[in-house]
């Protein structure tokens, strides 16, 4: 159990790292290249952000429910870790929010 746990806690983490930085990249290259229909508020390019968005929330939901079960299967060597994640992947979904929106 701890090493399927041990698992999806490390892809979960690749993952919002790569689609938080594959996001800033569309938000910044792609997204303004996409037109919006004339009387329409949103495009499509809203929509493909709004499913990076939700992927990273996704995988930080995962991950951070991830850590906080290998805490629980094994304390003593797993709550620092634990933490760290949490904290990390925490810190990439606001960073992520922050330089999207302040663009």
Do not use: Q
């Not at 983490?13 to 689609?19: D, K, L, R, S, V």
Request: with cysteine; glycine share 4%.
């Amino acid at each position: 159990m701890e090493l399927v746990v041990s698992k999806v806690l490390a892809w979960s983490m690749a993952f919002i790292n790569i689609f938080a930085f594959s996001g800033l990249i569309y938000r910044f290259h792609i997204y303004e290249l996409i037109p919006v229909a004339l009387g329409d508020a949103y495009g499509i390019g809203d929509v493909i952000d709004l499913l990076f968005a939700f992927i990273i929330i996704v995988c930080w939901s995962l991950s951070v429910f991830s850590a906080l079960i290998l805490s629980v299967i094994n304390f003593k060597d797993n709550w620092t870790f634990s933490i760290k994640t949490s904290l990390f992947s925490t810190l990439v979904l606001v960073g992520y929010f922050v330089v999207k929106d302040s663009y």
